[in-house]
């Protein structure tokens, strides 16, 4: 989304596959002068030999004032052999040196899973918090048109309501982020009638940019985000939040904006306004309040070193393939937050132990599937509370069977991660990828310690999970 924000590809074949990566900074640089618009061309292209294979290539559109000039690239083409592992390990030793995110607070450490709800809080400190789901991203607070947010429906008993609502989730162990909308201002908003045209992205047809009755805002204007970070602060000070999530941005078209008053040269800013956008705010609340959390409304490589953690529905957008995420897969400590929910609770069921197994916080992306979907495993998360905030180990773990997936996190402790999602009971080994002297289970006490082989044998019920504590006979490296 959002015109390749994350700069790299990989097409996997069975036994070999290509990838490509993009090491232009860009849209890092302090002025948007030089920056591109990407685009993925996949092929076979046209004019090539029928029995040519596949091809993957990167498309870069340059716009420049008189006399400047911009460095294309490079770009890192690649074919490497073996599974879609051996591809993910190519791209990550591609961006190895890209800047991390930052170190995750304890609120998140201790924060496994997050809701997003629109409407009236109490409803979700009545019906999700008690199943486990203790950070809300909060949509719908205020008026409908996006940018009024200080307007509070009546319904939800003005301003004082939503105080006393946010007070209420604080006082039974929940946390709360207002959700903003970085990529929109409804015309009918205060703002908008003041200011929604002018910080508005303009096409190569010279008009501002609307859909549905909002404004598309240029995220390179620096007056846009000098509002948006203003008010994201007022908001948590007035009504005792936590922080925010901004939506509207990731996997949003990119936009193109030839506008001369928004302080941007090229009309390919795009990319670099998001980035620059989540650094302005994460800026502002370092300053203004201390410990205020930031989290994108779905995965945006871009906005990676400036956010506390994201959100994103991968499994629905993939049509439920059970495929690891490519940008955590890539990167192996960020902190994506990946949708356990489903249209029917068979296959919700099924990913839930799936993403529980393969080490994925969770996300509930209604209020509904909070409440309705399969109970996740609480009472796992409370026995290793940092464990969804460790880094992955980049090597998979091998199980004796296709249904019982597992993952190996680092924290301040090496966590093996196992989840059955068939409807037998699973009795087998599981192999790790480096090796250990035993696994331990921290409530009950259990003790299993590996074969000849190195191999553990373990038994988990359908469609559960199970951690363990590994004690390994080399440290991790």
């Not at 640089?29 to 076979?44: C, I, M, Q």
Request: aromatic share 8%; proline share 7%.
């Amino acid at each position: 989304g959002a015109g390749w924000s994350a700069p790299f590809a990989l097409w996997s074949g069975r036994a070999e596959g290509l990838y490509l990566v993009d090491t232009n900074r860009a849209d890092s640089l302090g002025v948007p002068s030089a920056t591109v618009r990407r685009a993925l061309v996949v092929g076979p292209e046209e004019g090539l030999p029928a029995d040519s294979g596949p091809s993957l290539a990167m498309a870069q559109s340059v716009r420049l004032e008189p006399g400047g000039d911009a460095t294309l690239g490079p770009v890192a083409l690649g074919v490497y052999r073996g599974d879609l592992n051996a591809g993910v390990g190519e791209l990550a030793r591609a961006r190895g040196r890209a800047v991390p995110m930052p170190r995750s607070t304890g609120d998140l450490a201790a924060a496994p899973m997050v809701a997003r709800h629109d409407g009236d809080l109490t409803a979700f400190t009545a019906d999700a918090l008690p199943r486990g789901w203790k950070l809300v991203l909060l949509s719908g607070f205020s008026d409908p048109d996006i940018g009024n947010y200080a307007t509070i429906p009546d319904s939800m008993g003005g301003r004082a309501g939503l105080r006393a609502a946010v007070k209420a989730l604080h006082d039974a162990g929940g946390k709360v982020l207002l959700t903003l909308d970085g990529g929109r201002l409804s015309k009918n908003a205060a703002i908008g009638r003041v200011s929604g045209e002018a910080w508005a992205v303009r096409g190569f047809n010279g008009k501002p940019v609307e859909e549905n009755g909002n404004w598309v805002m240029c995220p390179a204007n620096p007056d846009w985000r000098d509002w948006l970070t203003k008010t994201a602060v007022r908001l948590i000070r007035l009504y005792g939040a936590d922080g925010v999530a901004i939506t509207g941005l990731a996997g949003e078209p990119y936009q193109v904006c030839i506008s001369r008053n928004h302080a941007h040269a090229t009309p390919y800013a795009w990319t670099w306004g998001i980035r620059r956008l989540f650094g302005d705010l994460r800026t502002q609340l370092t300053q203004e309040l201390p410990g205020a959390l930031l989290v994108s409304v779905g995965a945006l490589d871009i906005a990676r070193e400036y956010v506390d953690a994201m959100v994103a529905d991968t499994h629905a957008v993939t049509g439920y393939r059970f495929e690891y995420p490519l940008l955590r897969a890539v990167y192996p400590a960020i902190r994506v937050y990946e949708a356990a929910s489903a249209p029917d609770h068979e296959t919700a069921e099924r990913l839930l132990a799936w993403n529980v197994g393969e080490g994925l916080p969770l996300y509930a992306p209604t209020l509904k599937a909070a409440k309705e979907g399969p109970l996740a495993p609480t009472a796992l998360f409370d026995a290793f509370p940092d464990v969804m905030d460790g880094a992955a180990w980049p090597a998979p773990v091998a199980t004796s069977s296709r249904e019982v997936v597992g993952a190996v996190r680092v924290g301040r402790s090496v966590v093996l991660t196992l989840g059955n999602t068939g409807d037998e009971v699973f009795t087998g080994v599981v192999r790790l990828p480096f090796a250990a002297a035993a696994l331990e289970n921290p409530t009950t006490g259990l003790r299993i310690e590996p074969n000849a082989a190195g191999e553990f044998a373990v038994a988990l019920q359908p469609l559960q999970n199970a951690f363990w504590t590994v004690l390994t006979t080399l440290p991790p490296e």
